[in-house]
């Protein structure tokens, strides 16, 4: 166990204490790109799905139709933003579109929200790998075949990174993003000057159009669908607004708006740019790559700097999905609808396992749709508009129940983004459903129906659990013998009384029940309880610990008492173990018995008892 806590120590940093949370939080500086990364880069690939709509269809004068979409979305960029503005007035604590819908439309829409949110940040992270895979094969076209290859090691990076803590991936994440926007706001600088100049001459292209007359609508709104996945990433803000330093509003207000105002000018100048540089796509190089040769010239070093931090800012796309899904998981397993491991905070204050999850899905996405971007981005937003329209009906819903000030106008703003946000829900569905949107909505549904299990599982065991009458009535009356028993014990409930009849069934002569927690509060309760239990032989004791190593400080209490025995002495160490009936059931617990038992078969003098509790 010490080589294992040395080697996790030396890849993640030390533990971290419970008291240290409030240094792990971000400020608006490190907000900025912990947040706004996955809006920011979007842009870098929603003109290229654009045109890839337009140009079959249109030719080059699909760029008379471009700027006008283009600035469609910034708009409705600008309104969505206002709207989330009052979820963070109204819901500080974070969750955004789930808590929302839960509160305001129901538990079951609230689990849609929430899986559609879900849904969308683990497409983040696929996605923004991929098209960074894309930019590095753009750049380096011999490594296109192993695009899938470079998108998983970049989630892998991404992954260490979080782990180590929410302070260590803002720093390290953080800088490369305002690196990236300076590159790209150079990008259109000069490449403005050098068109206005009369410095650049766009080649001819020949492209072979189809028959638009009948179809220029659908084949505009199909346009406008592709290029809403701009829009990804602008909830991020609200969901994790728990993140930022006090005063938490402000700062993820400020947060929210100068995101908007980066991806507003990013993405206009950007198309401004493709339009007037004529660039339409290619099959192994993007848009921007295109772009950034034109502007900087193929073989520059500022084309390499510029594809470089195109890399790294869709790499670090996904990262917002890293601060943003933890933490909604987090949520959703505190109302009983996820395994409980996601409420608790790994050694460096994040919620690792929500970490891991994340990016197990995200690699299996990568490798099964071959690190094609294009292929996964049809997917994408329709996910991404349901949590916004859920989350606009449920605004509307809570400023027409609570009232408060101005909350007319205020409910008639989410009503508009409510309208809004389902009129391009419909629109995205209908256009991009043949092309995978359709495998979103029914993972979607899959999700609910597992999160609904998963409380069944959960009511059913408090309900086994339960005590039904007085605890001293589950207790067997001892006959000593010379015997010295350990039981850990968490709360008072069926299982432990179990666990402890057991102990009692052997006649020691003295029982030790050795409580771990950091709520002293918490101790002194359990503390009252067992005393008023009455059991002679009988003695509790506690631990404080603020770094959530409840194991750790169990098997050194454990060593401990060892090193005062005598080489003939045997501890018995007695474990209660949840045990479920119910297939997969025993996932859903977080299983440290089995940890603990494990680590103790290498002490001498210890025995080790499990008391299994069925449910």
């Known amino acids: 166990m010490k080589k294992v806590k040395k080697l996790r120590d030396a890849l993640l940093g030390r533990a971290l204490e419970d008291s240290q949370l409030s240094g792990e939080k ?82 079951t829409v609230g689990l849609v929200a929430g899986s559609s949110l879900i849904m969308g940040y683990v ?15 753009s750049a380096f076209p011999g490594l296109y075949p192993y695009k899938a290859l470079i998108a998983f090691v970049l989630i892998c990076l991404l992954t260490w990174g979080n782990l180590r803590g929410i302070r260590d991936s803002a720093v390290m ?50 346009a406008f669908a592709s290029g809403c996945t701009a829009l990804t990433g602008i909830e991020a803000v609200s969901n994790g607004v728990p993140n930022f330093k006090d005063p938490a509003q402000k700062h993820a207000k400020i947060v929210l708006l100068a995101m908007a105002g980066f991806v507003a000018f990013i993405f206009f100048g950007v198309s401004l740019l493709t339009k007037l540089y004529q660039i339409v796509p290619e099959p192994e190089v993007t848009v921007t790559s295109q772009l950034a040769a034109a502007v900087f010239g193929r073989e520059s070093i500022m084309y390499y700097v510029f594809q470089i931090m195109t890399v790294v800012i869709l790499a670090l796309a996904a990262n917002t999905a890293f601060a943003d899904v933890p933490l909604l998981l987090s949520l959703i397993a505190q109302r009983g609808f996820m395994p409980r491991q996601f409420t608790q905070r790994g050694a460096r204050l994040n919620f690792s396992n929500g970490i891991i999850v994340l990016f197990a899905s995200a690699a299996l996405l990568v490798f099964l749709f071959n690190g094609d971007q294009h292929h996964l981005l049809p997917l994408y937003a329709s996910g991404v508009f349901i949590s916004f329209t859920l989350s606009q009906a449920g605004m509307f819903i809570h400023w027409r129940r609570c009232k408060g000030s101005h909350w007319r106008f205020k409910a008639g703003v989410n009503a508009f983004g409510t309208l809004l946000s389902f009129m391009v829900l419909v629109i995205i ?54 015997v010295h028993v350990l039981l850990p014990v968490y709360s008072l409930n069926k299982s432990f009384l179990k666990a402890l009849n057991y102990a009692l069934s052997i006649r020691p002569e003295e029982i030790e029940l050795f409580h771990v927690s950091g709520d002293n509060e918490r101790a002194k309760r359990l503390e009252t309880q ?86």
Request: proline share 4%; glycine share 6%; hydrophobic share 50%.
């Open 173 to 222: 994440f953080g800088i490369p993003t305002y690196l990236f926007i300076l590159s790209i706001f150079t990008l259109i600088v000069v490449g403005l000057i050098r068109y206005a100049g009369g410095g650049y001459t766009p080649a001819e292209v020949v492209i072979v159009t189809e028959n638009a007359k009948d179809t220029l609508l659908f084949v505009t709104l199909k």
């Open 530 to 615: 067992i005393e008023s239990l009455g059991l002679k032989g009988v003695f509790f004791a506690s631990e404080y610990t603020a770094l959530r190593n409840t194991n750790e400080v169990i098997l050194r209490h454990i060593d401990a008492i060892c090193d005062n025995m005598e080489p003939h002495q045997t501890l018995t160490v007695i474990l209660p173990q949840f045990v479920s009936t119910a297939p997969l059931g025993n996932l859903l617990h977080s299983q440290t018995t089995i940890k603990l038992k494990l680590e103790l078969l290498s002490r001498r003098n210890v025995s080790v008892v499990s008391v299994p509790y069925l449910f």
């Open 123 to 137: 497409l983040t992270v696929a996605v923004s790998s991929c098209a960074s895979a894309a930019a590095i094969a």
């Open 26 to 107: 971000f400020s608006v500086l490190w907000g900025i790109p912990i947040f706004a990364s996955d809006a920011i880069s979007s842009v870098s690939y929603a003109g290229e799905e654009i045109l890839l709509v337009l140009v079959p269809v249109m030719g080059l004068l699909a760029h008379g139709r471009f700027l006008p979409i283009v600035c469609a979305i910034i708009a409705l960029l600008a309104i969505l933003v206002f709207c989330y503005r009052q979820t963070i007035d109204a819901y500080p604590q974070g969750g955004g579109a789930y808590i929302v819908a839960s509160e305001n439309l129901g538990e």
């Open 429 to 482: 569905t209908v256009m991009k459903f043949t092309s995978g949107a359709w495998i979103t909505l029914i993972c979607i549904v899959l999700l609910v129906m597992m999160m609904k299990r998963i409380k069944r599982h959960y009511n059913s065991v408090a309900v086994q659990l339960r005590l039904e009458k007085d605890p001293k009535s589950y207790i067997k009356s001892p006959e000593l013998h010379n």
